[in-house]
């Protein structure tokens, strides 16, 4: 009898190896399905707070749409006419006759936008890196900051409204020109503008979030879902085709050196075809 044989016969179990090996069978597959319970579970959990995201940053982008469509791009709009029209007036009117113009003086009204939850919810209960989380914190910072501008048209316009102002001094004012003793103020004028820029940023990186929240969720989805058979749905593709066609989507060439940040990694079988060339080189 060999030592392994002697060993099995004195301290194996009375009932024989075979109730050993089958509680131990047992344990394991009892541990294998907790384990794979709590994957799933967690694995859905996080596919759902993905989608409620993704729908967050689509109902934000809308609403920013909106402001702009209903509020940013008038106020733009009619600036930009009380201005061309001044300089037109400066250079045909020979007999310096009075500039006729109205102002839009209104207050306005910072969005409420849940920026907060989607922030907590894309840190706290989603693993997405990279892209989407940068467009992230960029938007919630641009949200921030278009706040604070709203905030400061709000004092300008209480600030022109207290004081007594002649209508060349309220043209100075509102196109910020400068002024016969040589002070030019440009702060309305530039206040707009950041009101606009921001508005845009804020379209913009909401809908980058969006785009990237449904990449990784279906992405996941994909590798994680045919091992649980979830029946968590894809995240379709937003549609922005409408607001393309009004003039109201901010364009991606205008923020090509905050993307150019972001490339994608190249497939596995570049970066081997790369690694092999860098070596032929050395060689």
Known sequence: MSILSEFLHN????NGWGTFFTAAFGAFAGAFAASRAHNKRALVAELNALNAAHELSVAIANNFLAFKRQIALPLKTEFERIKSAYASYQNNNKNKSLF???IDHRSLTALATPHAA???MVFEKTLMRGRGLAALVTL???IDGLGIAI??????VEEHRSKQRNDRERLEFFLGLRTAAGV????FPTNLEAIVEQTDFCVFYAKTLATDLARYSND????EGWLYRLRVPRIDATDWSHAERLGLMPKDADYQ????GFQPRPMRWLRFLASFKLKNDAE
Request: glycine letters at 6%; zero cysteines; a positive charge.
């Open 11 to 14: 301290h194996g179990p009375q």
């Open 100 to 102: 006729q113009f109205t």
């Open 118 to 120: 989607l922030e907590k």
């Open 140 to 142: 919630v910072g641009t």
């Open 151 to 156: 905030k400061t048209r709000n004092e300008l």
């Open 184 to 187: 030019m103020d440009a702060r």
């Open 220 to 223: 996941l989805r994909w590798k």
């Open 257 to 260: 050196n905050w993307l150019r």
